[in-house]
């Protein structure tokens, strides 16, 4: 046998393995599945898949330092890996490393992004990446409210003291003081509201919600009628329902679709800005 044979045999018992851990996997016999994914690793330490299979085993088991050693290593060989992110973004998370989770879920959300999206776990990835937005939107709201209280408590007193200060004017003068300190109060309060406003929970603009899911987009896509839908939700009406679009009736497929990259970026930038808008029920 040539080397070549060899190395095919060596593949073909290694996919072997990988078949019988899927088929472990679904019994939920995960250890005997981390072991027939461990045996195709050591036969083929380059295919990305055994990493990332092994990985989601580890993940049912709560094992999440094993998670990020093998998304890691998944991560090494193929950068694209859309599950190495997602499941490293968790295992971070897990750690309560909030940033460079949120990054790795956002990694995995870009990639999959225009991937087949039957195979591509984008509500999932979502939720998840929502979730720790929001967390993150929390502290620092938390962070930002007490700032401002403080600001707002110390002008406050700022203000008092001037006009204590402007008490020792002569008779005349003391209703007008009196009146331009309740006025600057007023204004001092109004300013403040204008700095909180960003934090204050609201409605999401309708043009940046899907009209069926009535949910900010996520993956919007825009129809040659012009609607904008969101991308999985399109593509199950166009699979299970028909092939038009689903407000203007118009005969539609699938090749039609194109990402609607304006909304998705006025979607990202009122987040950016309103991070209690990533909250999902």
Not at 131 to 146: D, F, I, N, P, V
Not at 223 to 247: C, N
Request: contains cysteine; proline residues 4%; aromatic residues 8%.
């Amino acid at each position: 046998m040539g080397p070549g044979l060899a190395l095919n045999a060596v593949a073909r018992q290694a996919e072997q393995l990988r078949k019988d851990g899927n088929n472990y996997f679904k019994k939920d016999r995960f250890g005997a599945a981390i072991d027939a994914y461990t045996e195709a690793i050591t036969l083929c330490p380059n295919v990305p898949v055994y990493w990332t299979n092994r990985a989601i085993c580890h993940r049912r088991r709560n094992d999440w330092l094993k998670v990020e050693e093998d998304c890691r290593r998944a991560i090494q060989i193929d950068y694209s890996s859309v599950k190495a992110h997602y499941m490293l973004g968790l295992a971070l998370l897990q750690k309560q490393e909030l940033d460079e989770g949120v990054k790795e879920l956002q990694k995995a959300m870009d990639l999959g992004r225009g991937a087949n999206p039957k195979g591509y776990m984008v509500d999932e990835i979502w939720q998840e990446l929502a979730k720790a937005k929001y967390l993150q939107w929390e502290h620092a709201s938390t962070k930002r409210s007490w700032e401002l209280q403080s600001l707002k408590e110390a002008c406050e007193t700022a203000l008092r003291e001037k006009h204590f200060l402007d008490d020792s004017q002569p008779e005349g003068f003391l209703d007008e003081a009196s009146i331009s300190h309740m006025k600057q109060l007023e204004a001092l309060g109004q300013v403040f509201r204008k700095a909180g406003e960003a934090d204050i929970p609201g409605e999401v603009p309708d043009y940046l919600c899907c009209k069926i899911t009535l949910d900010i987009f996520r993956d919007p896509v825009i129809t040659p009628s012009g609607v904008t839908y969101e991308r999985a939700v399109i593509l199950d009406h166009l699979q299970k329902v028909g092939k038009f679009d689903p407000i203007t009736r118009e005969p539609l497929d699938i090749s039609q679709l194109v990402p609607n990259l304006a909304i998705k970026e006025a979607v990202q930038a009122y987040l950016d800005k309103h991070g209690w808008a990533y909250k999902t029920d």
